[in-house]
């Protein structure tokens, strides 16, 4: 098993994107500058601002203040969080000798945290732009502006600015009163002067931005105003670009679509975007994650990334990729040994976890699947089921990669199929693929581009017994195996059951008579099983009355059925009239 968290080791050949964040901080020339670090969830963001803290804090004059957004997400105060904690870490990281100077900066910082309560005011009371609060002030006095107010308008707004006077009288003293642009003027010189003083830099990460609610991740964005292009300063946000774009026209009144655009534009000097993970990465980063879970000296695992990476550095290149032969010289193991296996069975689920649409290479995703492929792999340990881990591998992607009809679609194939064996798979993976369409069960056909890559896939399914799989899968796939234990009479003979009318119905006496004892209770449970698929208990049914036709002739079907209805926790009457038919008449 994987821990689901970011990495501090670079598997992906991210290093050359944090190399190159670093090498542009580490230039004096190119500060202040604000970098964003753009992906989609679960591709790495996080990992690689570790790489750049990593490399930056090798050199104590950069004083790096990691900000996890996501935090502070359920707190009022989350607006003034990043305000703080970069006073508070300045404050920390200075001097007993300039100390007080600190103090007086995290003491203004304070002030303005109080200002950014009153700043939705701003526009009619003090002239600044807003940074959040008194929201229903500010909608009073958009209707008086539109000229719908009321009276209950004009007082909110007199009382807003009331309240926010009030916040703020008594917070600085007389002789040191300013105006809130004044006393944000003087915040930015103070803090700049601090940072002369101390003779560092100072570099924030901001992360998990596009985790919170819109209202505050605008709120940490505009927060970090008040630090940006200031001498010394860094700042690195990582964040999925599309939903900050969300966020912004969320936050704001009907943005039209360029504001919404030039909003973060405005915000980040240098965007840099995390490569798409290709067919070569997949396989190097499941390769690691294979030798790293393994009992291998942690010195031939670092050898093995470096080689990879430097290979992924020449993929461009016709030079050869990589194989599970060189992954096994360069790991000292033998070409027969269990950890070879896994490696193989990871190399044949490379190309598909690259291109599969519901993946696409994903990092997290791949972890995630993997984890749940160890799980079942230790459940069939337990279990003692003889069944390879690709083949688990392989239904895990299915299941990732269809809909809920097509997964249920499959598992009732496999309950229905003798010996666990679905002739459909054997016939679809020896179709010619252009003819592949026209051979797919309906639910099957919106997949067809997936699963010709699934198909073709190793190993092959149609010979080989899912029963296993699906059991192992129970907690996404129905399990139908009773089904499959039935001779074809008494399948014949369930079908009607199911459809009975009346309790009376000479056929389907006939049909359980055809049944006979030894398969009696088999041919219940899957009555039974039907019942689950019809949440409907408000009228009598075709199923249960079947179901009472099988209980009279047979003692074994008689006691299933009885201990069915007695943990219904409450029975319907017309149940409970139905099942008075006295003891089952035995087997005759």
Known sequence: MWADSENSVDYLNYSEVSEMIC????????????????????????????LVEKELSADDKNLIIPFDAWLYQD??????????????????????T?????????????????????????AFAFGIPTM???????????NIAEGKSTEADVQAVKDGISQGRELLSGLVREKQERSPPEEIAAFRCEFSDL?????????????????????????????????????RTAFVVAADEEMIRHAVAKYFSDPGERHVSEYLDKLIQVPVRLPQVGLHEVRAYLFMLTATRAEIDPSKVEALRVHLIESLRRSW??????????????????RDSEIRRSLDTMDRLASILAFSQRVSGNPRIIKRMLNVIRMRSSVARRRKMEIDEAIIAKLLLFERCTSEEAIRGLSTRVGAAPNGKVSILSELEAADRSELKKLLPDEWVNFSEFLAEWLSMDPSLGDTDLRPAVYLARETLPVQFVRSRLSSTAK??????????????????????????????LAMEEIISAFSRNPDWSRARSDFRGAVVLAR?????????????EGMSEAPRWAKRLMRIGSSEGER
């Open 23 to 50: 090498e542009m901080i580490s230039d004096d020339t190119m500060l202040p500058i604000s970098i964003g670090v753009y992906g989609s969830w679960g591709m790495g963001k996080s990992t690689v601002l570790q």
């Open 75 to 96: 707190f009022d105060e989350a607006k003034a969080a990043l305000m703080a904690v970069i006073a508070t870490s300045l404050y920390r990281a200075t001097p007993e």
């Open 98 to 122: 300039f100390k007080e100077k600190a103090k007086s900066f995290l003491e203004r910082t304070n002030k303005l945290k109080l200002l950014g309560l009153a700043a939705d005011m701003g």
């Open 132 to 142: 959040g609060g008194f929201s229903r002030a500010a909608g009073a006095a958009t």
């Open 195 to 231: 940072l002369d003083t101390i003779d560092r830099k100072i570099v924030v990460f901001v992360d998990n931005l596009d985790r919170c609610l819109p209202s505050k991740a605008i709120s940490t964005l505009e927060a970090m105003r008040l630090f940006l292009f200031l001498p």
């Open 317 to 334: 290149s016709d030079e050869p990729p990589f194989d599970v032969d060189q992954v096994v010289e360069k790991l000292g193991l033998s």
């Open 492 to 521: 014949e003979a369930v079908d009607i059951l199911l459809k009975t009318s009346t309790v009376h119905s000479a056929i389907s006496a006939s049909a359980a008579e055809r049944i006979g004892a030894d398969e009696a209770g």
């Open 553 to 565: 002739r047979w003692n074994d079907a008689h006691a299933k059925l009885v201990r069915y209805v």
